[in-house]
């Protein structure tokens, strides 16, 4: 893929086909070090399935028969001097942590998280995006934005493109448009 925040989008969907209430994305990048981490309490893998699922020819899709986005996921990573594991649990949930050299000539892009995370959004399950620079942190937490919005839904226009426009603005105030 040719962002970083596209892969975000593919492994989160796979949360929310687990089933997964609340999904977790940690984008951290210190010490030339970028490291990104999507979590969730969705239903987890088995071990045989687990031990499996980086191999492209693995999918629990029935309308082909590959799954990419790890495995594109892992090789990314791997070509930007970093790599890819896999933490499950069935019944419990997935994490999923990618590292990459931060100046590597072959790191893809980072990409636009605001406009990862408005897509995302829905009133049905709940997101915290976390991104840490040497510059400070900022942190989203649809939990807090459905507090303020009593009752209106999170996947209105309007609440999206605020919600994208603010990430954006957040993110950019931390340094990480230099990601």
Not at 70 to 77: D, E, G, N, S
Not at 91 to 108: C, E, N, P, Y
Not at 140 to 169: A, C, H, N, Q, Y
Request: aromatic residues 4%; charged residues 25%; negative net charge.
């Amino acid at each position: 893929m040719r962002e970083i925040a596209l892969n975000i989008l593919d492994i989160v969907e796979n949360s929310v086909k687990a089933g997964a209430s609340l999904i977790t994305v940690t984008v951290v990048c210190k010490d030339n070090l970028l490291g990104v981490e999507i979590g969730d309490n969705g239903c987890g893998m088995d071990e045989e399935f687990a031990a499996r699922v980086l191999d492209p020819f693995t999918t629990t899709r029935t309308t082909r028969k590959v799954g990419m986005g790890l495995p594109l996921f892992k090789m990314a990573a791997e070509m930007a001097g970093g790599g890819l594991s896999l933490v499950t649990k069935k019944g419990v949930g997935t994490t999923v942590k990618a590292t990459f050299v931060a100046d590597h000539i072959d790191r893809a892009p980072l990409g636009d998280l605001g406009e990862t995370m408005s897509t995302l959004l829905d009133d049905e399950r709940d997101f915290v995006l976390t991104v840490e620079t040497e510059k400070g942190k900022y942190v989203f937490d649809t939990r807090d934005l459905k507090r303020e919005l009593d009752g209106i839904s999170v996947t209105e226009p309007e609440i999206t493109v605020f919600v994208r426009d603010m990430i954006r603005e957040n993110i950019n105030a931390i340094g990480g448009n230099l990601l």
